[in-house]
T-cell receptor, first 112, second 112 residues
Framework: DTTVKQNPRYKLARVGKPVNLICSQT?????MYWYQKKPNQAPKLLLF???????READTFEKFQSSRPNNSFCSLYIGSAGLEYSAMYLC???????????FGPGTRLTVL | QQKVQQSPESLTVSEGAMASLNCTFS??????FRWYRQHSGKGLEVLVS????GEKEEGSFTAHLNRASLHVFLHIREPQPSDSALYLC????????????FGKGTVLLVSP
């Protein structure tokens, strides 16, 4: 089973409120990634976990947090949502470097 | 910093006619090249991965990599209306934690 699951599929949030998105995989993959995709823009890597080590991209360092309580789960946390956070958030996992990334169906976040 | 560009932005072909999509990248030391597809409201589906110059075929999808010219092409043989989707090119390096840099994509419409 190469399924990556994401919850919720759709999320409506108010400006200034926190948002927590969940991703899970049962493939025992070492690495889990979070990407943000906005309409007419390329998917953008936000951060990734290799095992228990979190790596955040420099330009999104302060905007997103994440946790990985175990190998199967990874969350993406926004402390105070702004309108600019409205996007599709894609989670992916990979067993090792240079190997395929398997993507989940995404969570569409709308901030009002 | 890696730059990935795709052309055309949108493409309409008739059912059964070959569709050709173009992707250019900026860093010649890139190692891994992938084509993904995203149907509306769905996650990313990997179509074909290529790691060395030449061609790689997966079903009706053929990737053609020419590192010297910084191009990777995707050819879709006998596309069906169900192949209508957003097609994304992604580039990564073995030394870069397999972080994917995406293009903005090509919207393909296959008309019956």
């Amino acid at each position: 089973d190469t399924t990556v699951k994401q919850n919720p599929r759709y999320k409506l949030a108010r400006v200034g409120k926190p948002v927590n998105l969940i991703c899970s995989q049962t493939m025992n993959h070492d690495t889990m990634y979070w990407y943000q995709k906005k309409p007419n823009q390329a998917p953008k890597l936000l951060l990734f976990y290799y095992d228990k080590i979190l790596n955040r991209e420099a330009d999104t360092f302060e905007k997103f947090q994440s946790s990985r309580p175990n190998n199967s789960f990874c969350s993406l946390y926004i402390g105070s949502a702004g309108l600019e956070y409205s996007a599709m958030y894609l989670c992916a996992s990979s067993p090792d470097w240079g190997i395929e990334q398997y993507f989940g169906p995404g969570t569409r976040l709308t901030v009002l | 910093q890696q730059k990935v560009q795709q052309s055309p932005e949108s493409l309409t072909v008739s059912e059964g006619a070959m569709a050709s999509l173009n992707c250019t990248f900026s860093d010649r030391s890139s190692d891994n090249f992938r084509w993904y597809r995203q149907h509306s409201g769905k996650g990313l589906e990997v179509l074909v991965s290529i790691f060395s110059d030449g061609e790689k075929e997966e079903g009706s999808f053929t990737a053609h990599l020419n590192r010297a010219s910084l191009h990777v092409f995707l050819h879709i043989r006998e596309p069906q209306p169900s192949d209508s989707a957003l097609y994304l090119c992604a580039v990564s390096m073995d030394s870069g934690y397999n972080k994917l840099t995406f293009g903005k994509g090509t919207v393909l419409l296959v008309s019956p």
